[in-house]
């Protein structure tokens, strides 16, 4: 009775943190380069005194489906979209080097090119940063391009490139705060052959209809679970009956 007890709420702890991921997936199906989590469960075993006695399971996010989200192109000139095993780099809260796929930039009012997400993006030197009040563009190499509206006759000149990383042969986790890092420390190589997709954006990777279905079996999963605790405990009130009779 105890072992079944055990199962089932390990199974029922399982399924809270399934739908917490498939909850997060959904939440984040229109988000801009979004990469749909995965959840991994490990089993856990509880050993005692002289066996091993009950094993539970333990789920957690650590990775995230790389499929390649669709493209819309917006004409817009700090939109680009990367493709294959490539990623932008960007400056997160502690000033470290992680990964993204969200390429909706823009220039904030300290005049910071940042994506999305308010992040820095990365270049050769750190954080781009560009003029206030000029043009800025984008080349397919991530070259950042400025130009004074007031001199138009003037070339726009060079004043950063995107760090475009790559992932092959790199081992990568996605962490709480939703960005991309090497598993244990360290940064990834520039990829010198990538090229962006300027006036582009890469829509979420996550399947609407898919995560759906998911959370439909998620819940009724849940449910299962949750009679078979209150089976277990009907049987065990029902043992403790006959035991006092006799």
């Known amino acids: 009775m105890d072992r079944l007890i055990y199962t089932a709420y390990s199974g029922m702890t399982g399924s809270t943190v399934r739908q917490r991921v498939i909850a997060s997936n959904m939440a984040n199906a229109q988000t801009i380069g979004f990469r749909a989590e995965m959840l991994t469960t490990t089993p856990m075993t509880l050993k005692g005194p002289s066996l091993e006695a009950r094993a539970m399971t333990e789920g957690e996010v650590r990775g995230a489906s790389m499929a390649q989200g669709s493209l819309i192109e917006t004409g817009k000139p700090l939109d680009v979209a990367l493709s294959g095993d490539t990623m932008l780099a960007i400056q997160a809260d502690d000033g470290s080097e992680v990964y993204?796929?969200?390429?909706?930039?823009?220039?904030?009012?300290?005049?910071?090119?940042?994506?999305?997400?308010?992040?820095?993006?990365?270049?050769?030197?750190?954080?781009?940063?560009?003029?206030?009040?000029?043009?800025?563009?984008?080349?397919?190499?991530?070259?950042?391009?400025?130009?004074?509206?007031?001199?138009?006759?003037?070339?726009?000149?060079?004043?950063?490139?995107?760090?475009?990383a790559s992932t092959t042969g790199s081992k990568i986790e996605k962490g709480l705060d939703g960005f991309f890092r090497v598993t244990g420390g360290g940064v990834l190589p520039q990829d010198e052959e990538a090229k962006l997709m300027v006036g582009s954006l890469e829509q979420s990777n996550v399947n609407p209809t898919r995560i759906l279905v998911e959370m439909v079996e998620a819940q009724r999963l849940f449910d299962i679970r949750t009679k078979v605790v209150s089976q277990a405990r009907e049987v065990d009130e029902s043992s403790a009956a006959l035991m006092r009779l006799s």
């Open 100 to 164: 993204t796929r969200r390429g909706d930039l823009a220039v904030s009012s300290g005049g910071v090119l940042q994506n999305g997400d308010g992040r820095p993006v990365i270049g050769e030197g750190g954080p781009i940063t560009v003029p206030l009040g000029s043009k800025v563009t984008i080349s397919p190499d991530g070259g950042v391009n400025v130009a004074n509206p007031e001199t138009p006759d003037q070339p726009p000149q060079l004043v950063g490139r995107i760090k475009i």
